[in-house]
């Protein structure tokens, strides 16, 4: 079975810094890669997927990950943040069915 | 096109009581999910719905929770009767089909056990 492990729990930052949130995985079979995030007492919104192809992927709110494969990898990036991206971030694979990490918490100082 | 809705959004109960969440998901979505996400974890599957049959369940307590999806739309989750650890959020989510389509999210149910 697959599993998710992303390996901060909260990453503070300051306005305008780059960040990197990192997901590890663990699967026997092909899967695919998703990125989601929470905003405070609302549903997840999907930010970007890896199905195939390219190992970079772009996605809404100029944020992009890469998949690396020798190092079962996902990291989420985003070279300059906003305070409105202040959230929790959830990495996720799926085979046939969904199945996150535990969320990291990004916090955009001023 | 209108979201995944669901209903209540919060909730609050006694334990052994019993209490259902509703939701409706986007229209044409076959695969339908319900989450639950403790705090500070992040959402764990109970179910999976392809059309009105159940695809997954094997993380759903039985003993307790109960979910239909009797026409292939509506989904109604049950907890009776409900404990002080099944306090959490609810999602629901529904996709075209399974596997590498994106899911989306209802707004998702408060729940408080006392």
């Known amino acids: 079975a697959q599993s998710v492990t992303q390996l901060d729990s909260q990453v503070p930052v300051f306005e305008e810094a780059p960040v990197e949130l990192r997901c590890n995985y663990s699967?026997?079979?092909?899967?695919?890669l998703f990125w989601y995030v929470q905003y405070p007492n609302q549903g997840l919104q999907l930010l970007l997927k890896?199905?195939?192809?390219?190992?970079l992927v772009k996605g809404i709110n100029g944020f992009e990950a890469e998949f690396n494969k020798s190092q079962t990898s996902f990291h989420l990036r985003k070279p300059s943040v906003h305070i409105s991206d202040t959230a929790e971030y959830f990495c996720?694979?799926?085979?046939?069915?969904?199945?996150f990490g535990a969320g990291t918490r990004l916090t955009v100082k001023p | 096109e209108a979201g995944v809705a669901q209903s209540p959004r919060y909730k609050i109960i006694e334990k052994r009581q019993s209490v259902a969440f509703w939701c409706n998901p986007i229209?044409?979505?076959?695969?339908l999910y319900w989450y639950q996400q403790i705090l500070g974890q992040g959402p764990k599957l109970l179910i999976q719905?392809?059309?009105?049959?159940?695809?997954?369940d094997s993380q759903l307590p039985k003993d307790r929770f109960s979910a239909e999806r009797l026409k292939g739309v509506d989904s109604t989750l049950k907890i009776q009767p409900a404990k002080l650890e099944d306090s959490a959020v609810y999602l629901c989510?529904?996709?075209?089909?399974?596997?590498?389509?994106?899911?989306?999210f209802g707004p998702g149910t408060r729940l408080l056990v006392l």
């Open positions: 996720a694979v799926s085979d046939n069915d969904m199945r």
């Open positions: 699967s026997s079979v092909s899967v695919y």
């Open positions: 229209s044409g979505h076959a695969t």
């Open positions: 890896y199905l195939s192809g390219s190992t």
């Open positions: 719905f392809q059309n009105n049959g159940v695809v997954d």
């Open positions: 989510a529904s996709s075209l089909t399974s596997g590498k389509e994106t899911q989306y």
